[in-house]
């Protein structure tokens, strides 16, 4: 098991979300995995399932200290989360997103994200027909691709990192030029 993360924060907490966590922990990515969605129920069923380390009440508290915040949102919210945790995101530090569109979320995102902090926009294309936290599982991704679309001059390490954690869920990563 090989650490790549010291911290990972997943802002929304659905399917995608629980599933990276579960694959994650499965694997010994993330040394600690925090979690935040929305709406107090979601949080209140990922609390009981056990899949983050921790679980925040905001999404600035989530992202906090983290070297991996992975944006698990609809689309047309990623600008206002950007907004939110732009504030407190660590130099170093890489975000990236589960958006099923990129040049949108792009857009969205990159502008508010502070110098210093690595923006790599993936899309995994695996899911399933059952949404919500209580229905992610680790081999989700298993056999899966995950298209990363790094905007021009991206930092290579942050990249080759996620690329890294994509293939350590038994998944294959393609970048995307």
Known sequence: MTQIYDRVALIGLGLIASSMAHAMKRAGLAGEIVGYARSAETRDIAREIGFCDQICDSATEA?????????????????????EIAPVLKAGATVSDVGSVKRAVIDAVAKHLPEGVHFVPAHPLAGTEHSGPES???ELFQGRWT????PP?????????????????????VVAE
């Open 63 to 83: 992202a906090q200290g983290a070297d991996l915040i992975v944006l698990c949102v609809p689309v047309g919210a990623m600008e206002s989360v950007a907004v």
């Open 136 to 138: 992610g599982f680790a």
């Open 147 to 150: 298209v990363l679309t790094p």
């Open 153 to 173: 001059g991206t930092d290579e390490a942050a990249v080759k990192a996620i690329a890294g954690l994509v293939g350590k869920h038994e998944a294959k990563a």
